[in-house]
T-cell receptor, first 116, second 111 residues
């Protein structure tokens, strides 16, 4: 596609439920990143994929968070047993290469997750 | 610890004048810096970047300046236009793809 696509755009769920967020990167981009933005905060790095492997998972806040990427394309971020502090906008980005070789990351419009 | 800081949460500028957005960082290993612009309910849009081997990069109305000794960068927008009103994020990376973002500055350009 022309840009990074994320779905759903909005998700409201009850505390304790599992959620799955999807990211479709720009075609041909090998690097994929997940960030989140909590209210009033900057973007916080979660995880980075090069192809299907994740060299850097350092930003995942707890073991309730996991992500996978298949076929070097689509990625899903899964949050198990959601908590209210998980409420945030989850953003996905992609770039052509990794290491970045000074290539900017291009972002989708995010999934706004609200935990009741 | 906040490695990338944008100390001004907001800035208001008259149309046609210069907007200057500032960003400070603490990690001397950062070697690539970017500015993103964000409208409500949209993802950040890449604006301009600069490598640590340079001290200035210009693209149309947008110029980024890097002062490595002061660990400071700034984004200049001239002339400012109402459509520039958005939240601007400074970001940095250190030889990895992980971007570290500041908390953003909300720019409002008024007629």
């Amino acid at each position: 596609g022309a840009g990074v696509s994320q779905s759903p755009s909005n998700k409201v769920t009850e505390k304790g439920k599992d959620v799955e967020l999807r990211c479709d990167p720009i075609s041909g981009h090998t690097a994929l990143y997940w960030y989140r933005q909590s209210l009033g905060q900057g973007l916080e790095f979660l995880i980075y994929f090069q192809g299907n492997s994740a060299p850097d998972k350092s930003g995942l806040p707890s073991d309730r968070f996991s992500a996978e990427r298949t076929g070097g394309s689509v990625s899903t971020l899964t949050i198990q047993r959601t908590q209210q502090e998980d409420s945030a906008v989850y953003l996905c980005a992609s770039s052509p290469h990794a290491p970045a070789l000074n290539q900017p990351q291009h972002f989708g419009d995010g999934t706004r997750l609200s935990i009741l | 610890d906040q490695q990338v800081k944008q100390n001004s949460p907001s800035l208001s500028v008259q149309e046609g004048r210069i907007s200057i957005l500032n960003c400070d960082y603490t990690n001397s290993m950062f070697d690539y810096f970017l500015w993103y612009k964000k409208y409500p309910a949209e993802g950040p849009t890449f604006l301009i970047s600069i490598s640590s081997i340079k001290d200035k990069n210009e693209d149309g109305r947008f110029t980024v300046f890097l002062n490595k000794s002061a660990k400071h960068l700034s984004l200049h927008i001239v002339p400012s236009q109402p459509g520039d009103s958005a939240v601007y994020f400074c970001a940095a990376s250190a030889d990895t793809d992980k971007l570290i973002f500041g908390t953003g500055t909300r720019l409002q350009v008024f007629p």
